[in-house]
T-cell receptor, first 112, second 113 residues
Framework: GENVEQHPSTLSVQEGDSAVIKCTYS??????FPWYKQELGKGPQLIID?????GEKKDQRIAVTLNKTAKHFSLHITETQPEDSAVYFC???????????FGTGTRLTIIP | DAGVIQSPRHEVTEMGQEVTLRCKPI?????LFWYRQTMMRGLELLIY????????DSGMPEDRFSAKMPNASFSTLKIQPSEPRDSAVYFC???????????FGPGTRLTVL
């Protein structure tokens, strides 16, 4: 089955700086890669996603890049703000498969 | 829409007791997923339904766990008998056909003493 590895497990950045979280996946058939943000006491919430036919996607301060050859994808958050502090999860899903396999999460702390 | 609704939000029970977690998906969504989140194992899929039919239950840890979806607006996850290692946060999520996003509920924090 699919295996998703996520790094780092914790990340602290100064407010206004950029944060990068990286994930690798094992199944070359995976074609959908979402990123979820989970705040304390809440369920995960989708913040951005990318399909395998696209190399990069941006939404304001958030961007995701995908390297299919290397089987890795990354989340980039620019101009970080205190409200970006949360746990972020990457995930992967295979073609014709509804099952999302999640990474182990990154606890991001923005230092004011 | 109120989003995915789960109840109870917190459950504390003693080992050996039956526990039932409930979920109401977003209206019109035809996929429903049950996840378990722990520090050790992260977020793992237990089972998912499509149009009320269980499709993949390979993540259900053992026979003590069962899930049902009697209609499009209600699902239950039951643990009988419960054990301390079942302590976790259980999430329900739903998704509509044609979309990719899974919408998660607020979760049920289960503690088995």
């Amino acid at each position: 089955g699919e295996n998703v590895e996520q790094h780092p497990s914790t990340l602290s950045v100064q407010e206004g700086d950029s944060a990068v979280i990286k994930c690798t996946y094992s199944d070359s058939a995976s074609n959908y890669f979402p990123w979820y943000k989970q705040e304390l006491g809440k369920g995960p919430q989708l913040i951005i996603d990318i399909r395998s036919n696209v190399g990069e996607k941006k939404d304001q301060r958030i961007a995701v890049t995908l390297n299919k050859t290397a089987k890795h994808f990354s989340l980039h958050i620019t101009e970080t703000q205190p409200e970006d502090s949360a746990v972020y999860f990457c995930a992967a899903r295979g073609f014709g498969n509804e099952k999302l396999t999640f990474g182990t999460g990154t606890r991001l702390t923005i230092i004011p | 829409d109120a989003g995915v609704i789960q109840s109870p939000r917190h459950e504390v029970t003693e080992m050996g007791q039956e526990v039932t977690l409930r979920c109401k998906p977003i209206s019109g969504h035809d996929y429903l997923f049950w996840y378990r989140q722990t520090m050790m194992r992260g977020l793992e899929l237990l089972i998912y339904f499509n149009n009320n039919v269980p499709i993949d239950d390979s993540g259900m840890p053992e026979d003590r766990f069962s899930a049902k979806m009697p209609n499009a607006s209600f699902s239950t996850l039951k643990i009988q008998p419960s054990e301390p290692r079942d302590s976790a946060v259980y999430f329900c999520a739903s998704r509509g056909t044609g979309g990719n996003e899974q919408f998660f509920g607020p979760g049920t924090r289960l503690t088995v003493l």
